[in-house]
């Protein structure tokens, strides 16, 4: 298996654009988690699902981001409009279900930086 | 209060001595407790998990839990230069929902 991808690597942007993180979990996992990892914050989750439906948006910071599921191979975390404080590595991770199975794996990261 | 709380260090140990790293959470409640390392630029990755109070080793790494004192900690034995990384306490703050939190992490450094 690939693990879980995410794209792009690296975004960089102005303030007040439109920013689209994207991300494919492991196939069979169930559960897919957005986390967003700053110095002075740590790792902060934003969003997760379970079975494609949203199931805890309290991490998302503001109306400015939304977060969607379409299908279980795909989700997008969507920043609009974007400021310099969203700058942050911003993860991806999948999780199958049951107990033992609260293994969280995750993407290589997307770095967005916000000018 | 932080639902998880680590101290940030660095914590710098010789190599070959024992590494201690500690969490304390909030929710009393919680069910499942995990240290994920993370090495600089790359992302995190699971080294341990603990459901039960006390002792569970896997290798040279020993996780602790004392659920009474709301308390988890991680000891790396015969510690390595490869260990310097940050390390992340991480709770199932309610084993009815699903959720991870993290804690801003330790980073560790093992001098030569």
């Known amino acids: 298996d690939a693990g879980v991808i995410q794209s792009p690597r690296h975004e960089v942007t102005e303030m007040g654009q439109e920013v689209t993180l994207r991300c494919k979990p492991i196939?069979?996992?169930?559960?897919l988690f957005w986390y967003r990892q700053t110095m002075m914050r740590g790792l902060e989750l934003l969003i997760y699902?379970?079975?494609?439906?949203?199931?805890?948006d309290s991490g998302m910071p503001e109306d400015r981001f939304s977060a969607k599921m379409p299908n279980a191979s795909f989700s997008t975390l969507k920043i609009q409009p974007s400021e310099p404080r969203d700058s942050a590595v911003y993860f991806c991770?999948?999780?199958?279900?049951?107990?033992?199975?609260?293994?969280?794996?995750f993407g290589s990261g997307t770095q967005l930086s916000v000018l | 209060q932080k639902e998880v709380e680590q101290n940030s260090g660095p914590l710098s140990v010789p190599e070959g001595a024992i590494a201690s790293l500690n969490c304390t959470y909030s929710?009393?409640?919680?069910?499942?407790f995990f240290w994920y390392r993370q090495y600089s630029g790359k992302s995190p990755e699971l080294i341990m998990f603990i459901y039960s109070n006390g002792d569970k080793e896997d290798g040279r790494f020993t996780a602790q839990l004392n659920k009474a004192s709301q308390y988890v900690s991680l000891l790396i034995r015969d510690s390595q230069p490869s260990d310097s990384a940050t390390y992340l306490c991480a709770v199932n703050p309610n084993s009815s929902a699903s959720k991870i939190i993290f804690g801003s992490g330790t980073r560790l450094s093992i001098r030569p």
């Open positions: 196939s069979g996992h169930d559960y």
């Open positions: 929710d009393r409640g919680s069910q499942s």
């Open positions: 699902f379970n079975n494609n439906v949203p199931i805890d």
């Open positions: 991770a999948s999780r199958a279900s049951g107990r033992l199975s609260e293994k969280l794996f």
